[in-house]
């Protein structure tokens, strides 16, 4: 299904349900019914349009500028020149309608939390799929929406943290996983172990976990207690892989700055810049595949599960 000529014959169609159905009398109070299905369509068509090539922040930030003009230039201008008992045009309406619930979305989503959804199996045991997480915006700084540059700095990333970011290769998508490493720090992975600094990070056996996974493969790994600083958590591994593929791995800025072999890894972070992994070691897609990430590209810190339809019990669960 191709979602970008759906998006487009919507918004192409929106206008024109809009202009055969707009006459209205004096007498009639609302919109007609094909007015409403024409804006509707035109928003959603536009919305997913747009989506296609701008991030989700942006998308919002030009419905927002669209709505917020035409709202500013009725009540400022229009309104003045309109004959007292003339009725205002359907675009006025509906701009004025849109625009404070966009705004409020908008500031919602660019400077307190964003909700997220957990697509894949990286983040087990602590995050599952189909676990809807909420995520801190402000906790790493007061960022300038769309651009995400640090505005007002408030606290700093720490190893542990886990992290929300646009992914390096393709930064409409959204990324989750654990800091591990932070600027200017050696990180290495090797034979399942981690050492930051040359200083192993303790991990502790703590049992077996089992998981079905896509397709109900039936998944069965050993679990450590890992301590980074003051924070514990998960992690698991499976004995019958290796610490890395080497072959997987892909070019990336900064490359230079690590050194693979069949055993594992070594680099060093550069400034500015983050190293992330899975906590599901061997079934992760992290930044030993595609390399670090930028500060810009951070949405912020996951701190809370709100929903899971499969699993209710999940709700609630506090993101460590």
């Not at 970008?4 to 209205?24: Q, Y």
């Not at 976990?209 to 397709?215: D, F, M």
């Not at 207690?225 to 003051?230: A, D, I």
Request: proline fraction near 6%; aromatic fraction near 10%; hydrophobic fraction near 45%.
């Amino acid at each position: 299904m191709n979602w970008t000529i759906i998006f487009a014959l919507l918004a192409l169609a929106g206008p024109i349900v809009i202009a055969a159905s707009a006459k209205r009398r004096p007498e009639e109070k609302e919109q007609p019914a094909g007015v409403q299905a024409g804006y509707l369509a035109l928003v959603l068509g536009g919305f997913g349009l747009l989506a296609q090539f701008m991030s989700f922040s942006a998308v919002m930030l030009v419905f927002v500028l669209v709505t917020g003009v035409v709202t500013g230039l009725n009540r400022w201008l229009l309104v003045k020149r309109r004959a007292a008992d003339s009725i205002e045009p359907h675009y006025v309406e509906y701009a004025k309608s849109f625009f404070p619930v966009i705004l409020a979305v908008f500031v919602l989503r660019s400077f307190l939390v964003e909700p997220f959804q957990i697509p894949s199996s990286s983040m087990r045991p602590g995050l599952v799929v189909g676990d809807f997480i909420l995520v801190n915006k402000f906790t790493y700084g007061i960022r300038v929406p769309v651009l995400n540059t640090v505005l007002l700095p408030v606290n700093k990333v720490e190893r542990g943290d886990v992290v929300v970011f646009n992914f390096p290769l393709d930064p409409n998508v959204n990324f989750i996983k654990r800091v591990i490493g932070l600027p200017g720090d050696k990180v290495e992975y090797r034979d399942k172990r981690l050492t930051i600094n040359g200083k192993a990070v303790p991990a502790e056996a703590s049992g077996t976990y089992s998981y079905t996974e896509k397709g109900n493969k039936l998944v069965h790994t050993d679990q450590l207690t890992e301590t980074l600083g003051e924070r514990s958590y998960t992690t698991l591994n499976e004995d019958t892989k290796p610490s890395l593929f080497v072959a997987a791995v892909s070019p990336f800025e900064h490359k230079d700055q690590c050194q693979y072999t069949e055993s594992g890894m070594v680099c060093t972070v550069p400034a500015g810049q983050y190293l992330t992994m899975g906590d599901n070691r061997d079934n992760s897609h992290d930044g030993r595949y595609w390399g670090f990430v930028d500060d810009k590209l951070l949405v912020g810190k996951a701190f809370f599960v709100w929903m899971n339809l499969s699993t209710p019990s999940r709700i609630g669960h506090s993101i460590r």
